[in-house]
Each structure stands twice: as C-alpha cells, then as structure tokens.
C-alpha cells in the first residue's frame, strides 16, 4: 500500500473519531461517552509513533476544541501530553496485553480528564464532579475492541 493510502485510512479514523465525540446522544448517556479521539490517537500513536504524533495529536485537540466549543488550546494541550506519554513508552507499552494496556489507557484518560480540570478551573473557575471520570471506566472499556478493530484494519491494509 502506498504511504498516502494508509495516511488517509489514520485520518479517515480520527475524523470519525471526531463525529462520534460530536453526534448528539441524550443527556444521560454523554456523561459516559468516552473520549474517541483521545482513544484513536491513542492507538495510532502506540501503532505508528512516527506518523501519528504530538503534531497530530495538537492539532486532533484544536479541532475537537473547536467543534465542542470549550476554550482554544484545552484539549490540544491535554493530547499532547498524553500523546508523548504514549510515545516515548510505546515500545514497552507493546508488549503489554491488552487488559494492561486498557489498564494504563485508563491511567492515560484519567491525565488527561485531570489536566481538562485544571485548566478548566484555571480558565473559567469550573467545579469537580466525579462524573467527570465516568469517560476513563468506558474508554477503559472499550479500548480493547478498538484495539482491535483499528489494529485489523492497520494489518488488513498494510499500514506502516
């Protein structure tokens, strides 16, 4: 497969990703919807650190800064933290199964929903709430089949 095609299958995902942070759900259940785009960058930052990126991931938070409509910059900071946490360790994070790694990937969300806190609370004086942690039980939970999914995809398409 050509470099372009498999560029375009990464960003065809992490704009689906974007969709499915955007789409409307009822209230009840957006305080349990995970963080697609943290949870895809996740994967294709630990798959191919060389393509996807702190870049990639900064500009992933822009836009999603951009399409939620919280303050510029917020979550592009908090995706590339844990952007870089994710590639300076993913050569041992490759080794882990995939329960350890749901377990470090809920580690990984639980940064990044406390440095969406923080800067929260810095910028516009917001409140903790512990529904702000339900997204790390879900995205803990589906990271396995994500992982998978994206993973059958990368091999099916011989993404490098």
């Known amino acids: 497969m050509r470099p372009a095609q498999g560029l375009g299958f990464i960003y065809l995902s992490l704009i689906t990703a974007l969709l499915l942070t955007v789409i409307p759900v009822p209230f009840q259940f957006s305080l349990f919807r995970p ?3 943290l949870l895809v960058l996740m994967y294709w930052t630990l798959a191919l650190p060389r393509r996807v990126n702190i870049g990639t991931a900064f500009f992933m938070g822009f ?3 951009v399409l939620v409509g919280t303050v510029l910059g917020v979550n592009a900071l908090a995706f590339s933290v844990v952007a870089f946490v994710m590639a300076v360790n993913h050569l041992q994070i490759r080794n882990f199964g995939v329960i350890q790694q749901s377990l470090l990937v809920g580690l990984l969300l639980a940064l990044y929903q406390l ?3 923080w800067l929260s609370n810095f ?5 903790f709430r512990p529904a702000f942690l339900w997204p790390v039980l879900t995205g803990m939970l589906v990271w396995p089949w994500l992982f998978w999914f994206l993973r059958r995809y990368r091999r099916k398409l011989k993404i490098q």
Do not use: Q, R, Y
């Open 63 to 65: 836009l999603t800064d």
């Open 115 to 117: 440095l969406l806190f």
């Open 35 to 37: 963080d697609w785009v």
């Open 123 to 127: 910028l516009t004086g917001v409140n």
